[in-house]
């Protein structure tokens, strides 16, 4: 089956840097998206990949290992405005897009 | 900026009725989608449409039917509301171009069946 893992929940500290995981185990694959997700609101795109390394977009980046089946996603300087939950999501073979649950991440001042 | 617009934000109804979500973009988008969103699930796909009056099954269409009668809106029907229904409903858009284009999602609609 196709199975996308996000931790649950993730603490950090304002300023401080967060590292999201996402793995993935999916039939084929045409690329891997982030989005971020407030509360209460629609889910906006935050990056996509489909080669291996690092993009970066101002304070985030975005990382994928194809043959790993592994990305994260890099926040940096934490704002509170980030308290988000962010999603992983993985494009198969079909171009179909595979969800993750996605990661609660909560900003301490 | 692209728009998607869902036509309730909160919606209470009753076991058994109707219901109707509509979804409204302005791109001129050829594909949409609705999924549902479950604490702890992923999105999970119930309908997409890639045209005017096409349909395709996602992965978990029981109990849901859609109508794609124009290009910018595309309406979830439930034909008979069950409390397992309760749900944030996301409608979704994108471009039929590339393989990179992201979705567009529409506020959501949170669902109560009674």
């Known amino acids: 089956g196709q199975n996308i893992d996000q931790p649950t929940e993730m603490t950090a500290t304002e300023g401080a840097i967060v590292q999201i995981n996402c793995t993935y185990q999916t039939s084929g694959f045409n690329g891997l998206f982030w989005y971020q997700q407030h509360a209460g609101e629609a889910p906006t795109f935050l990056s996509y990949n489909v080669l291996d390394g690092l993009e970066e977009k101002g304070r985030f980046s975005s990382f994928l290992s194809r043959s790993k089946g592994y990305s994260y996603l890099l926040l940096k300087e934490l704002q509170m405005k980030d308290s988000a939950s962010y999603l992983c999501?993985?494009?198969?073979?079909?171009?179909?897009?595979?969800w993750g649950a996605g990661t609660k991440l909560i900003i301490k001042p | 900026d692209v728009k998607v617009t869902q036509s309730s934000r909160y919606l209470v109804k009753r076991t058994g009725e109707k219901v109707f979500l509509e979804c409204v973009q302005d791109m001129d988008h050829e594909n949409m989608f609705w999924y549902r969103q479950d604490p702890g699930l992923g999105l999970r796909l119930i309908y997409f449409s890639y045209d005017v009056k096409m349909k395709e099954k996602g992965d978990i269409p029981e109990g849901y039917s859609v109508s794609r009668e124009k290009k910018e809106r595309f309406s979830l029907i439930l034909e008979s509301a069950s409390t397992n229904q309760t749900s944030m409903y996301l409608c979704?858009?994108?471009?039929?171009?590339?393989?990179?284009?992201?979705?567009?999602f529409g506020p959501g609609t949170r669902l109560t069946v009674l």
């Open positions: 979704a858009s994108k471009t039929g171009v590339g393989v990179s284009d992201t979705q567009y």
């Open positions: 999501a993985v494009l198969d073979s079909n171009y179909q897009l595979i």
